[in-house]
T-cell receptor, first 114, second 115 residues
C-alpha cells in the first residue's frame, strides 16, 4: 500500500518556540492531506484539511494562527505549531489521499512542550 | 453531524478466542464506515470499509464487519485472535458527498491478548 511518512517522530521544544512537522506521501501524489490531533487514550480529532495549492480548511475550534498548515506540493504538507505551550503537547497525525482514494496515515509525531 | 461510539474502551481476550468490537454511529444518510487498527509506532492501517452493497464486509488479517442499518452498528469480528492483533482499534464514519474524506473517529478500543 501507499506510504506516508512524518518527520520528526518525536520532538521536545520549549514553551514559546515554534515547531514544524512534515508529512510526506512517498509513492503517490496527495491532492488532499489531513492533520489530526490525538490526546492520550482518546480518539483522533480532525484539525484541518488541506488541498495542494490552496489554503487549509480548519475545523471549528482550531486556531489557524497557531497551527499553520502549508501544502505546497503534491507530496508534502507541513504543520507548524507557533508559540507552542504545554497544552499543545499531543500526538499529531497526518493522512494523505490521492483524489478520491483511500486515506493513508502517517506514523504520527509526539510533541512535548516544556 | 456524524458521530461514532465505541462502547468498550478496553477488551481482553485469550489467544485463539473469538472477538467482537462494537461500533455505533449516528448519521442522517447511509454512511461510509471504516475500521482502522493502530499499533505503536505505526500509522493507522485500514482493516476494512463499507460503502454500499453486501452488508458483511471482509477485510485484511481475517477481520470482518457487518453493517446493520436498523441498529446503526458496524461491529468488527474475528473468529480467532492472534497475539499480534493486540492494538488499538478505531471505528470511523465518513460523510457522503465529500468523497468520504472527512472522517469522524470513535474513541477507540484497546485490545489485549492473553497467551
Amino acid at each position: 500500500g501507499a506510504v506516508v511518512s512524518q518527520h520528526p517522530s518525536r520532538v521536545i521544544c520549549k514553551s514559546g518556540t515554534s515547531v514544524k512537522i512534515e508529512c510526506r506521501s512517498l509513492d503517490f501524489q496527495a491532492t488532499t492531506m489531513f492533520w489530526y490531533r490525538q490526546f492520550p487514550k482518546q480518539s483522533l480529532m480532525l484539525m484541518a484539511t488541506s488541498n495542494e495549492g490552496s489554503k487549509a480548511t480548519y475545523e471549528q475550534g482550531v486556531e489557524k494562527d497557531k497551527f499553520l498548515i502549508n501544502h505546497a506540493s503534491l507530496t508534502l504538507s507541513t504543520l507548524t505549531v507557533t508559540s507552542a505551550h504545554p497544552e499543545d503537547s499531543s500526538f499529531y497525525i497526518c493522512s494523505a489521499r490521492e483524489r478520491l482514494g483511500e486515506q493513508y496515515f502517517g506514523p504520527g509525531t509526539r510533541l512535548t512542550v516544556t | 453531524a456524524q458521530s461514532v461510539t465505541q462502547p468498550d474502551i478496553h477488551i481482553t481476550v485469550s489467544e485463539g478466542a473469538s472477538l467482537e468490537l462494537r461500533c455505533n454511529y449516528s448519521y442522517g444518510a447511509t454512511p461510509y464506515l471504516f475500521w482502522y487498527v493502530q499499533s505503536p509506532g505505526q500509522g493507522l492501517q485500514l482493516l476494512l470499509k463499507y460503502f454500499s452493497g453486501d452488508t458483511l464486509v471482509q477485510g485484511i488479517k481475517g477481520f470482518e464487519a457487518e453493517f446493520k442499518r436498523s441498529q446503526s452498528s458496524f461491529n468488527l469480528r474475528k473468529p480467532s485472535v492472534h497475539w499480534s492483533d493486540a492494538a488499538e482499534y478505531f471505528c470511523a464514519v465518513g460523510a457522503q458527498g465529500q468523497g468520504a474524506q472527512k472522517l469522524v473517529f470513535g474513541q477507540g478500543t484497546r485490545l489485549t491478548i492473553n497467551p
